[in-house]
Every structure is written in C-alpha cells, then in structure tokens.
C-alpha cells in the first residue's frame, strides 16, 4: 500500500502560480496527476513514468503552463502551475500506481490516490 500526501493547493488570481506536491509513502514508478472541477468528470493533467523517455507528458489544456517533475530522493512529484486561468479551478489529485506487469510501461490506471488539494483561480 503506498500513501500519497498532496499539499500546496489554494487561491490564486488569474494568471499567477502555484507548486503543488505529492509525497509518496514509498518509491513507485507511475505517478500523474488528475483535477476534478465541480460538476464535470475527472481528467488527467499530466502523466510521469520513470522509465519512460517521453514522460512526463501532458493534457492539451496544460501544456505549455504546467510542469511536473519529481524528486526520487524525497519520493515527491510536482505539479508546476503557471499562467492559471479560472477553469484550472479544480480538485487536484495525485495518483500513482505500478507499471503494467512484466513491463517498465505505465497504465493508465493508477491503484493509489491522494486525498486531494483545492486550486482556485479567481479572474
């Protein structure tokens, strides 16, 4: 079982940032992080896989504003947010979960999740 703690949510304007993070309570291979905003389903912001030459990689609504990075000496994974606009107001979670087995590959789904941190962006 691995435990995952977000933190660094809060309100922010338009257009200034926030750094989340997700510490992780033992080191896993596939981590993303997902947003819900009220009343619409989850998606997935942005994806990192440790074996993966490509990852991180990230959703289209993102890209370009948002970075994800990780520090596997503290088991921590970031979530970079800059250039906020009032529809990045969501629910973020951290997910994290094995690779596929008998493979380095990451799913896309994920066995662990954290409890989430608010982000709201006022205009």
């Known amino acids: 079982q691995v435990q995952l703690v977000e933190s660094g949510g809060g309100s922010v304007q338009a257009g200034g940032s926030l750094r989340l993070s997700c510490r992780a309570s033992?080191?896993?291979?596939?981590m993303a992080w997902f947003r819900q905003a009220a009343g619409k389903e989850r998606e997935v912001v942005g994806r990192?896989?440790?074996?993966?030459?490509?990852?991180?990689d990230y959703s289209d609504s993102v890209k370009g504003r948002f970075t994800i990075s990780r520090d596997n000496a503290k088991s921590t994974l970031y979530l970079l947010m800059e250039s906020l606009k009032s529809e990045d107001t969501a629910m973020y979670y951290c997910?994290?979960?094995?690779?596929?087995?008998?493979?380095?590959?990451?799913?896309?789904?994920?066995?662990?999740w954290g409890q989430g941190t608010q982000v709201t962006v006022s205009s």
């Open positions: 990192y896989a440790y074996y993966s030459s490509s990852s991180p």
């Open positions: 997910a994290a979960g094995p690779p596929v087995p008998g493979s380095s590959v990451c799913g896309s789904d994920y066995e662990f």
């Open positions: 033992a080191y896993i291979n596939c």
